[in-house]
């Protein structure tokens, strides 16, 4: 058993999984790895209680969480969690894509759900331990990343309603391949008649509740044949918000872009943050403003808008090329990949893998 020190001086103890993954098995896994489907042989786990503070930092074997039936998680849905990649880069390191942003959010989303704050130095070195642990787990095939899930939840055991005073924090990863399978050159997507999130409530916060209330509109997408699911907002069903997990974007043929604005129904995607400055570096005047589906079959119709792409960490940069609803259909320029979608995708996950030199710091390499 090894340990090693965080810069906030909680100690992370090593326990190395007794039986990892064989080496044989582990690369068949590697060369077709799908989507969160297989995990690897590490977790992390730190524990909080009320008036101790966060402790017992440590790396041990995967596997199951032991709960009290009673565990506030399980019953008022205390949790939240996050959604980032470690990547290979082009020299052959490790490197993580702005992880400080994701421990801001985190922390954005404990505040909203009554729940502790993790300090952001502990964040992002529960993350670097984990890739550690597992550095031999990076897919094979080209796009491959591990997908990092760290999360929270309310582990007390208490059935009254209240804060609970006990929580557990992990980390899991899971190497990870394309996103969509169907290998379209650009999505469809279904608008909803449900809403995703209201003004007041929790839409800014990455929680469960929040995609266990879009599980429902997702599969009426899927079961129409189409790829995503979008939402409009809440009070007049009318302005564009976000997919069921991915923000959007809009490109016209006067060199704009826009993209709905942050107003607490949306959540603040880091993908879409960087976007925004990338896109700005490109030449583009960048709006953040409200966008109404009225509006946008009408422009994808005359020709003013002439693109549309959705992204998020999972999928990174996806074009959308058609739109429907129960009042019809309409397709986005020619139905596949614009030009501008796919630069833009190019130059950011060429950062991200080490390819085009970061000019903003946003690359942090751990290995």
Not at 77 to 100: H, M, N, S, T, V
Not at 299 to 312: N, Q, V
Not at 332 to 338: F, L, N, V, Y
Request: glycine letters at 10%; proline letters at 6%; aromatic letters at 10%.
């Amino acid at each position: 058993m090894a340990s090693t020190a965080d810069t906030t001086g909680l100690t992370f103890t090593r326990n190395p999984h007794p039986a990892p993954v064989a080496a044989d098995a582990r690369a068949q896994v590697l060369a077709n790895p799908g989507f969160g489907t297989t995990f690897t042989d590490h977790m992390v786990e730190i524990d909080y209680a009320e008036g101790q503070g966060w402790h017992d930092a440590r790396v041990v074997p995967y596997g199951p969480i032991a709960l009290d039936p009673a565990a506030a998680v399980l019953h008022y849905a205390q949790e939240i969690f996050e959604g980032l990649k470690a990547y290979r880069l082009a020299d052959g390191g490790i490197a993580l894509f702005r992880p400080e942003a994701n421990a801001q959010r985190f922390n954005a989303s404990a505040r909203r759900l009554a729940m502790p704050e993790l300090p952001e130095d502990l964040f992002v070195e529960a993350v670097r331990q984990q890739v550690l642990a597992d550095k031999d787990w990076f897919p094979t095939v080209e796009g491959g990343s591990m997908y990092l899930r760290p999360f929270m939840f309310a582990s007390e055991a208490f059935l009254g309603v209240r804060p609970a005073r006990q929580y557990k924090f992990m980390v899991i990863a899971s190497p990870a391949g394309n996103y969509f399978k169907s290998g379209a050159p650009a999505v469809s997507i279904w608008v909803s008649d449900y809403t995703r999130a209201a003004p007041g409530g929790t839409g800014a916060a990455k929680c469960g509740g929040n995609y266990a209330a879009s599980l429902v509109p997702t599969a009426e997408a899927f079961s129409r044949g189409h790829d995503q699911v979008l939402f409009l907002d809440a009070a007049e069903h009318k302005w564009v918000e976000e997919l069921g997990g991915m923000n959007l974007f809009f490109v016209f043929d006067d060199g704009s872009i826009l993209t709905p604005e942050l107003t607490g129904t949306i959540l603040p995607g880091i993908t879409r943050s960087s976007l925004l400055t990338l896109a700005a570096e490109e030449g583009l005047t960048v709006r953040e403003g409200r966008y109404s589906l009225d509006q946008w079959k009408a422009d994808a119709a005359s020709g003013k808008l002439i693109e549309t792409f959705a992204c998020g960490t999972a999928a990174v940069v996806t074009p959308v090329g058609k739109v429907a609803s129960r009042d019809g259909e309409f397709t986005i320029g020619s139905g596949g990949p614009g030009q501008l979608t796919q630069k833009l995708r190019q130059k950011l996950v060429g950062i991200q893998r080490g390819e085009i030199a970061d000019t903003h710091g946003w690359v942090s390499r751990i290995a």
